[in-house]
């Protein structure tokens, strides 16, 4: 995704050199740290986004950090209706963080200004074209809004108190646009943070394994909707000025009008075309120096592949979405990756390892450092599938050809191996190759990778917003098979989803299962792990065997978060019927883990 033509660029420039139109400053209540509030940047479109700079009071020239999102440069977490739960998990897992801060501007996933004004940087925060106080047409991740955050770089790279040199950070949408206006090349853009952000619009956003995504209704109508511009009902309050924080109210038709819906929009292109072509950027044209931080259960490792950039690492941790981006180790490594890009610090960056991965263990977690991802020694290890017994086993072979059934919307087949007789570590992505039939024309595939302890409990982990999550989810609509041997990798087939291929109903058919992350844990001795799949979402119900592990303590995290969302609306004619596994002999399915250090 880029900008075609010199004109846009070009107009791009010339509004930079612009004057800004000049915005009352506030009184920040911050010793040494200056706030504009509201100040309108003009777009190529003649459109003024608005926009939030928080500055040091010392004269001079500073590197600028910079963010755009939709969720309301003025809203406080602390008392928005759709981030009270996250800012109470974030106060319990850091009860000291209003101590280093007044916290009254920190914003959702968003970073706090009070902590970098006061180390030589100025932090831009702007609503996004459509949201909070700027207006137009509100559409996340469009080639439009990545335009207007070019536009944004190079104004602020032109401003009299900026160094020329500007980073981006934020998490979730903040770190997903990272990618996409770093594909741009905007004038002023030296370095990008995305924390934990999406890369592929279809297959980590719209679509999992060709199975539609249901999850972004809640965050469109809850989080972003709520804030759109000229929303005259939001329940949002300006932390600055009291009033209402998506400006001057709109007739709800012109509301309408003015906002196009991704997930409408997801229904309507099923398919990987266009749409989200316009979307996803081409990572060849990423080159500034990146860190790119991933989590186990969360968006994850496809941007850090997808990009160029020559200095680039990659950190992946345990935790949920939020809480781990305002932790002071963050703080410090974002500090020191930020100082050497931006400020030309010899901090030494450039000897910080290249892969840095949390691995998980039932106790705990702990930090290991390689040169590469996946990591080095990284061995794949087939564990294959007998539907006969229900077990799965790394042998050298398959088990005799057999098969079994289960209900196409129901629940399905789980494969346990034998207890570990030693400690063992898997770490790595995850491939599941199964061979299936379906008495119908299509069957879809919830795969989950388990971890059972010696009590028969399932161990759970940190999710993204659910607390107790798996190793590892993988999701297929078969009638989306096809692979394309040029991009897949010898743990990952890459699905093109560019069509629908019906089953013959009884035919066997050879399918790989996609997950979009990879997975990390040392089993210890007596320790298992079980495969599960079936025809609907794999969850944990009130009253499940099970024990949280150790890998990421969250206080209250008995509520699952901001959202979860079973998928719906599956026809039972095309996915109700009786789905079959076959395993063994010429049909041998198995799971493939990523093994570290030599086999048993």
Same mark, same amino acid.
């Given at each position: 995704?880029?900008?075609?033509?010199?004109?846009?660029?070009?107009?791009?420039?010339?509004?930079?050199?612009?004057?800004?139109?000049?915005?009352?400053?506030?009184?920040?209540?911050?010793?040494?740290?200056?706030?504009?509030?509201?100040?309108?940047?003009?777009?190529?479109?003649?459109?003024?986004?608005?926009?939030?700079?928080?500055?040091?009071?010392?004269?001079?020239?500073?590197?600028?950090?910079?963010?755009?999102?939709?969720?309301?440069?003025?809203?406080?977490? =602390? @008392?928005?209706?759709?981030?009270? +739960?996250?800012?109470?998990?974030?106060?319990?897992?850091?009860?000291?963080?209003?101590?280093?801060?007044?916290?009254?501007?920190?914003?959702?996933?968003?970073?706090?200004?009070?902590?970098?004004?006061?180390?030589?940087?100025?932090?831009?925060?702007? @609503?996004?074209?459509?949201?909070?106080?700027?207006?137009?047409?509100? @559409?996340?991740?469009?080639?439009?809004?990545?335009?207007?955050?070019?536009?944004?770089?190079?104004?602020?790279?032109?401003?009299?108190?900026?160094?020329?040199?500007?980073?981006?950070?934020?998490?979730?949408?903040?770190?997903?646009?990272? !990618?996409?206006?770093?594909?741009?090349?905007?004038?002023?853009?030296?370095?990008?943070?995305?924390?934990?952000?999406?890369?592929?619009?279809?297959?980590?956003?719209?679509?999992?394994?060709?199975?539609?995504?249901?999850?972004?209704?809640?965050?469109?109508?809850?989080?972003?909707?709520?804030?759109?511009?000229?929303?005259?009902?939001?329940?949002?309050?300006?932390?600055?000025?009291?009033?209402?924080?998506?400006?001057?109210?709109?007739?709800?038709?012109?509301?309408?009008?003015?906002?196009?819906?991704?997930?409408?929009?997801?229904?309507?292109?099923?398919?990987?075309?266009?749409?989200?072509?316009?979307?996803?950027?081409?990572?060849?044209?990423?080159?500034?120096?990146?860190?790119?931080?991933?989590?186990?259960?969360?968006?994850?490792?496809?941007?850090?592949?997808?990009?160029?950039?020559?200095?680039?690492? #990659?950190?992946?941790?345990?935790?949920?979405?939020?809480?781990?981006?305002?932790?002071?180790?963050? #703080?410090?490594?974002?500090?020191?990756?930020?100082?050497?890009?931006?400020?030309?610090?010899?901090?030494?960056?450039?000897?910080?390892?290249?892969?840095?991965?949390?691995?998980?263990?039932?106790?705990?977690?702990?930090?290991?450092?390689?040169?590469?991802?996946?990591?080095?020694?990284?061995?794949?290890?087939?564990?294959?599938?007998?539907?006969?017994?229900?077990?799965?086993?790394?042998?050298?072979?398959?088990?005799?050809?057999?098969?079994?059934?289960?209900?196409?919307?129901?629940?399905?087949? +789980?494969?346990?191996?034998?207890?570990?007789?030693?400690?063992?570590?898997?770490?790595?992505?995850?491939?599941?190759?199964?061979?299936?039939?379906?008495?119908?024309?299509?069957?879809?595939?919830?795969?989950?990778?388990?971890?059972? @302890?010696?009590?028969?409990?399932?161990?759970?982990?940190?999710?993204?917003?659910?607390?107790?999550?798996?190793?590892? #989810?993988?999701?297929?609509?078969?009638?989306?098979?096809?692979?394309?041997?040029?991009?897949?990798?010898?743990?990952?087939?890459?699905?093109?989803?560019?069509?629908?291929?019906?089953?013959?109903?009884?035919? #066997?058919?050879?399918?790989?299962?996609?997950?979009?992350?990879?997975?990390?844990?040392?089993?210890?001795?007596? !320790?298992?792990?079980?495969?599960?799949?079936?025809?609907?979402?794999?969850?944990?119900?009130?009253?499940?065997?099970?024990?949280?592990?150790?890998?990421?303590?969250?206080?209250?995290?008995?509520?699952?978060?901001?959202?979860? =969302?079973?998928?719906?609306?599956?026809?039972? =004619?095309?996915?109700?019927? +009786?789905?079959?596994?076959? +395993?063994?002999?010429?049909?041998?399915?198995?799971?493939?883990?990523?093994?570290?250090?030599?086999?048993?």
């Amino acid at each position: 995704m880029r900008m075609t033509g010199l004109a846009p660029l070009a107009l791009a420039l010339s509004l930079a050199m612009t004057p800004q139109t000049r915005a009352e400053p506030v009184n920040s209540g911050v010793p040494g740290m200056i706030f504009d509030h509201d100040v309108p940047v003009t777009m190529t479109d003649g459109v003024q986004l608005r926009v939030n700079i928080y500055r040091p009071e010392k004269a001079g020239r500073y590197p600028v950090l910079m963010l755009m999102g939709p969720y309301g440069k003025d809203t406080s977490m =602390a @008392d928005a209706p759709a981030y009270r +739960t996250s800012w109470a998990k974030l106060i319990a897992k850091f009860p000291d963080l209003c101590k280093a801060s007044s916290c009254r501007y920190i914003r959702f996933e968003a970073p706090d200004p009070e902590r970098w004004v006061a180390n030589g940087y100025i932090v831009i925060h702007a @609503d996004v074209r459509g949201a909070g106080a700027s207006p137009g047409v509100l @559409d996340p991740f469009s080639p439009r809004e990545t335009e207007d955050y070019a536009t944004l770089v190079t104004w602020a790279a032109h401003r009299p108190w900026s160094s020329g040199k500007v980073g981006l950070i934020g998490t979730s949408f903040q770190a997903i646009n990272q !990618y996409q206006v770093a594909a741009l090349h905007p004038e002023g853009l030296a370095a990008i943070l995305p924390w934990e952000g999406a890369f592929d619009q279809y297959r980590e956003i719209a679509y999992y394994g060709g199975i539609l995504n249901p999850a972004w209704e809640f965050w469109w109508t809850h989080q972003v909707v709520t804030n759109q511009n000229g929303n005259g009902e939001t329940p949002l309050i300006d932390s600055i000025s009291g009033g209402r924080d998506t400006g001057t109210p709109l007739l709800a038709g012109v509301l309408k009008q003015n906002r196009v819906d991704p997930v409408e929009a997801f229904a309507r292109h099923p398919f990987d075309d266009a749409y989200y072509h316009q979307r996803t950027p081409d990572g060849r044209e990423i080159t500034v120096p990146m860190l790119d931080v991933a989590n186990w259960t969360d968006w994850s490792t496809a941007g850090y592949f997808a990009a160029a950039s020559p200095q680039k690492w #990659l950190r992946i941790q345990a935790g949920d979405h939020l809480t781990p981006f305002y932790s002071e180790e963050a #703080l410090a490594l974002q500090k020191r990756f930020f100082d050497h890009f931006l400020k030309g610090v010899d901090n030494g960056w450039e000897n910080e390892p290249r892969v840095a991965v949390q691995v998980r263990r039932p106790d705990g977690a702990a930090w290991r450092y390689a040169t590469t991802w996946p990591l080095p020694h990284t061995q794949g290890e087939r564990w294959y599938l007998d539907a006969a017994t229900g077990s799965m086993a790394a042998t050298s072979q398959a088990p005799a050809p057999t098969d079994k059934s289960y209900p196409g919307l129901g629940e399905g087949l +789980t494969f346990t191996s034998a207890p570990f007789d030693r400690e063992v570590e898997f770490t790595g992505p995850i491939g599941v190759r199964l061979w299936v039939s379906a008495s119908t024309a299509d069957m879809d595939i919830f795969a989950a990778v388990r971890l059972i @302890d010696p009590q028969g409990r399932d161990v759970t982990f940190m999710g993204n917003s659910d607390p107790n999550v798996p190793l590892g #989810l993988g999701y297929l609509r078969v009638s989306h098979r096809a692979t394309d041997p040029a991009r897949s990798t010898a743990f990952s087939a890459f699905h093109p989803h560019l069509a629908s291929e019906p089953m013959t109903p009884g035919q #066997l058919y050879p399918v790989d299962v996609e997950f979009t992350e990879p997975t990390s844990i040392v089993a210890p001795k007596g !320790y298992r792990l079980a495969l599960t799949v079936q025809g609907k979402d794999f969850g944990y119900g009130p009253g499940a065997n099970t024990v949280h592990a150790r890998d990421y303590e969250l206080p209250n995290s008995s509520n699952s978060g901001l959202f979860f =969302a079973a998928h719906p609306n599956r026809d039972p =004619a095309v996915f109700g019927g +009786t789905d079959t596994i076959a +395993t063994g002999g010429e049909h041998a399915s198995y799971l493939l883990l990523p093994r570290i250090g030599p086999r048993p």
